[in-house]
């Protein structure tokens, strides 16, 4: 029986292919039709590698298809999986306006026994809102189960994480309702658990606060090792060899981006808040992410002769990480607006992220090639770490330059082939 996919956002549209990758017919809905009609084309509306290919091959199987009327997806379905946006409110708090929205929609329109699964990133306790806005639509009392099923996909690597993840989490006080939801996930091998509506949210938030919070730990650290002298990345190399630290995610740089770890821990600070709980270390991963990119502008500066007022500062790279064009919550943007202020001439590439018009608006350029952006710089800044400026000819390139410094907000750069080569390189905390 096929499943509707309410939001074709990252997760959604994943959520969709994922399930018609494990042989079982998917429904995506949403009410912009803009993005129907893309989808259906075979195109989608994000930037996910190697996931177009597979979207065509199962549009054309008949085993996915995108649809934009909530009525009849509703009425056609028993399994509805939840996966619209809950973007930050002003105050850090979750929005769940679509969240709402859509339940209301499965309330008005549903005809038999329907599972309800929340993926979208929720607050503690939306299950129990999403029941009550699905009964007050109801017209007559059909029975419906509302179950918690946090997404851990990162982009880049969606399908992949989808289809092979590190766990599922299931969040029901029905038993029987967590196993049909199960049942659906019985390809994926891996470790299954059940655990209460309340726990499967905090598990979520938990799990991005606290890799939020490691890079966080070793992005203040390398503050403290930059003053003594000491190359974080031979600390960061050292202490990951513990197997309880682990080397991933200790990697210094300019801080954290993206959709999730920004907003999730300021929704979680919120909850913390209004359960008037600190969580104090959280709240300062938050500060110190907040900080990093001013404190590695500010200590860049020092290092060149004079101010950045009046330099030419190439920018290598602005999407919150590589491999996606996602500008959203990207210390590149920090970057940008203090070489603003500081009135440094901006010149931007980045292989697939195309600069806000704001910027754009306000005088910064955005160049196809490297060897553009680069040209009459007083100063690189590398911002984003695409293999491209790793692989680049950084010597073939040197002419083009106007000064010599190269700033390695992400530490991906090889420093003895750069300072080989001429260049004065800092990067965070690189010894
Ligand atoms: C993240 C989580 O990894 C994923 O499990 C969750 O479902 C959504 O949020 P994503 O936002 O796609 O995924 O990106 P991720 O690869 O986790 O990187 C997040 C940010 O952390 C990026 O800005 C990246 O540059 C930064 N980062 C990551 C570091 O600064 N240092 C590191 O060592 C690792």
Not at 86 to 108: F, M, R, V
Not at 364 to 377: H, K, N, P, V, W
Request: charged share 20%.
């Amino acid at each position: 029986m096929s499943i509707l996919i309410m939001g074709t956002g990252y997760v959604g549209i994943t959520t969709a292919i994922m399930f018609a990758e494990l042989g079982i017919p998917s429904t995506g809905f949403d009410s912009n039709a803009g993005k129907i009609a893309m989808l259906n084309q075979g195109h989608l509306p994000i930037y996910e590698p190697g996931m177009e290919p597979i979207l065509a091959k199962h549009l054309a199987s008949g085993t996915l298809r995108f649809v934009q009327d909530e009525e009849e997806a509703i009425r056609e379905h028993q399994t509805v999986f939840l996966c619209v946006g809950t973007p930050s409110n002003s105050d850090g708090s979750a929005n769940l306006h679509a969240i709402k929205q859509a339940s209301e929609w499965i309330g008005k329109y549903m005809q038999a026994e329907t599972l309800v699964v929340i993926k979208s990133t929720v607050p503690v306790g939306v299950n129990e809102k999403v029941s009550e806005w699905i009964s007050r639509k109801q017209t007559s009392p059909i029975p419906f189960d509302v179950v918690m099923n946090p997404e851990f996909l990162r982009e880049g690597s969606a399908l992949e994480d989808a289809l092979a993840p590190d766990r599922i989490v299931v969040g029901s006080d029905n038993m029987e309702a967590a196993w049909r939801l199960l049942s659906l996930y019985a390809a994926i091998e891996c470790p299954k658990i059940i655990t209460t509506p309340k726990a499967a949210v905090m598990i979520k938030y938990a799990s991005n606060a606290f890799l939020a919070t490691k890079i966080s730990f070793v992005n203040e650290l390398s503050g403290l090792c930059d003053r003594l002298g000491i190359d974080i990345e031979e600390v960061s190399h050292g202490m990951g060899l513990d197997p309880r630290i682990g080397t991933k995610f200790l990697r210094a740089g300019i801080g954290y981006g993206g959709s999730c770890f920004p907003k999730d821990v300021d929704a979680l600070l919120h909850t913390a808040a209004a359960s008037r709980q600190r969580l104090t270390i959280i709240e300062n991963a938050a500060k110190v992410n907040r900080i990093q990119p001013l404190q590695a502008l500010d200590k860049w500066e020092l290092k060149m002769p004079s101010t950045f007022s009046g330099k030419t500062v190439a920018v290598l790279g602005i999407a919150f990480k590589p491999i996606t064009d996602d500008l959203r919550e990207a210390p590149s943007l920090v970057i940008l607006s203090e070489l603003l202020a500081k009135q440094a001439k901006i010149r931007v590439h980045d292989p697939l992220a195309v600069l806000p018009a704001h910027f754009r608006s306000l005088g910064i350029m955005q160049y196809d090639s490297i060897e553009e952006a680069l040209q009459g710089a007083d100063a690189v800044i590398l911002c984003t770490e695409w293999p491209e400026y790793r692989q680049a000819d950084w010597q073939a390139m040197k002419p083009l330059l106007n000064g010599n410094f190269v700033f390695d907000g992400r530490n991906a750069l090889d420093k003895q082939s750069l300072t080989t080569l001429g260049y004065e390189y800092y990067g965070i905390s690189r010894h």
